[in-house]
């Protein structure tokens, strides 16, 4: 009998929140302005590059949504040493779930976890560049914070500071931390 009735109060639950909620997808892109966080050494410039990518905005309530996302992030940073400048090039495919509270008309304030797969890594310096993936861990976990607005249109604009949480150096104890800020524009098809 208690089998029953939580078998009975899950489906109930499941058909109540299928209900309420309203799934729009869309699709994003922008520019990152990236750099690295190393322990206890000089840190370099920052890194121009871009990301584009998918959304699922799912709406629980009027004023909360969360929204998972699927992105290739280019990443790095750039560095002058004894007088030769590298580029650093680390791209992604990250995975943020950003919990959304819509204020206001069409803007919403994000935040919410990260987690990327490390795709490539190079180091860039003239017309070089070498494979260097096996010094980095293939994980990074981040924080993300963020804000954006959307029009009735459907088109958005959002900006967003992705913290790295997770030490990204495979060959040492010493911290390299992801340092990115994003800028883009998205697209939402309306869902039902």
């Keep these: 009998m208690k089998k029953i009735l939580f078998i009975t109060a899950l489906s109930l639950s499941a058909t109540l929140i299928k209900a309420q909620t309203r799934t729009d997808w869309g ?25 584009l990518g998918v959304l699922a905005h799912i709406h629980l309530t009027r004023q909360f949504a969360i929204q998972p996302e699927l992105l290739f992030s280019g990443q790095g940073a750039k560095e002058t040493v004894a007088g030769t ?13 950003l919990g959304q509270i819509m204020v206001g008309n069409g803007w919403r304030i994000e935040t919410g976890p990260q987690a990327g797969v490390l795709a490539s890594a190079k180091v860039k310096s003239g017309g070089n560049s070498s ?38 150096n495979d060959q040492s104890s010493a911290g390299i ?16």
């Design 27 to 51: 699709v994003k892109g922008g520019l990152n302005i990236s750099n690295l966080r190393y322990e206890n050494v000089t840190n370099p410039d920052a890194k121009v590059s871009g990301y």
């Design 85 to 97: 400048d590298y580029t650093l090039a680390l791209n992604y495919f990250n995975l943020p779930v």
């Design 131 to 168: 494979d260097i993936k096996d010094i980095y861990k293939t994980f990074d976990f981040s924080w993300v914070f963020g804000v954006g607005y959307l029009t009735r249109s459907g088109f958005g604009v959002d900006a967003r500071y992705n913290l790295g949480i997770s030490n990204i």
């Design 177 to 192: 931390n992801n340092r990115v800020f994003a800028a883009g524009i998205f697209y939402q098809f309306k869902g039902r």
